[in-house]
């Protein structure tokens, strides 16, 4: 079975073309991405109406770029998937509208996808036609432990079979991803926040100064408001003024080796934060798998 692939959640428009065969071994033969990252920098983040107006420009070029990726037509198709959820509505939207249009005239059947689920199911595949993807060479075991982080989820999920699963905790508050973009922006890094990030952490200290851990009622739940929170603190302190969020003047007021500090340590906490929880899930449930996913 030929399945073309339709996503739109956020800024990213692409289509993909997967096969699937008998023994569910799934191959890559498509993936034809373009992205509204640059448009979205000017703002320091993703403004959901110029989202959707470029996904709309986008996304049949996309689409014929995977057929002529795959060597392939729509003849060769024998499905469509297309997300519904989670991500920005009008994003969303341009993509289920454009699924439905394309199979309605091709005569095709629709398939709607949770793409917080197809994190976790990019892991499945283990071959491609294309050059230059490094995929693993078996697909993963159940039962399986899935850590999804992303701009706009941090959750940790057991499988115990293909789409039989419980939901462990999740954040209650800033995704990670969103943790990253708002510490980049305290600190006056470009978007996105994560290479900002662990660009300007290479150069700092991780152990400069401490930040509290968040601790949760639920043992996988997470938190990162409050480490948000701590590190506008440190600024405002070592500023010796005391600046709110979002500011204009608190990145001027820091120096380059200060903002490096501050990146390296909240780097460190948050990336030690969702480690710890996964390890201890590990260590309760004792999957075959691990598996790490997002984007």
Not at 119 to 132: I, K, P, R
Not at 203 to 219: C, I, R, W, Y
């Amino acid at each position: 079975m030929i399945i073309l692939g339709i996503e739109t959640s956020c800024d990213e428009t692409a289509a993909g073309i997967v096969e699937i065969d008998n023994t569910l071994t799934a191959t890559l033969h498509a993936n034809a991405v373009l992205t509204s990252m640059d448009l979205h920098a000017a703002y320091g983040g993703v403004v959901p109406e110029l989202a959707a107006r470029e996904h709309i420009r986008s996304i049949h070029p996309v689409i014929e770029q995977a057929l002529t990726d795959a060597k392939m037509t729509w003849n060769d198709i024998d499905a469509i998937a297309v997300t519904h959820g989670a991500g920005l509505g009008g994003s969303l939207l341009v993509g289920v509208l454009t699924a439905r249009t394309y199979a309605i005239t091709k005569q095709k059947p629709l398939y709607a996808i949770n793409h917080v689920e197809g994190h976790v199911y990019a892991s499945f595949l283990t071959h491609t036609t294309l050059q230059g993807y490094s995929l693993p060479s078996t697909a993963p075991k159940f039962p399986m432990l899935a850590l999804i982080v992303s701009g706009g989820h941090t959750q940790l999920v057991l499988f115990k079979d293909h789409f039989n699963y419980t939901l462990l905790g999740q954040t209650q508050d800033d995704a990670i991803g969103e943790a990253f973009d708002k510490i980049a922006k305290l600190t006056g890094l470009p978007y996105p926040g994560g290479p900002s990030i662990g660009k300007k952490a290479a150069q700092g200290d991780p152990m400069a100064f401490s930040l509290p851990k968040s601790k949760m009622p639920n043992t996988y739940d997470f938190s990162f408001s409050g480490i948000k929170t701590a590190v506008l603190r440190h600024a405002q302190h070592a500023c010796g003024k005391d600046f709110t969020f979002p500011s204009s003047a608190l990145p001027q007021a820091l120096s380059e080796a200060q903002k490096a500090d501050i990146a390296a340590v909240f780097q460190r906490i948050a990336i030690e934060t969702v480690v710890d929880k996964t390890i201890q899930a590990y260590n309760e449930f004792s999957p075959v798998s691990v598996v790490i996913g997002g984007g």
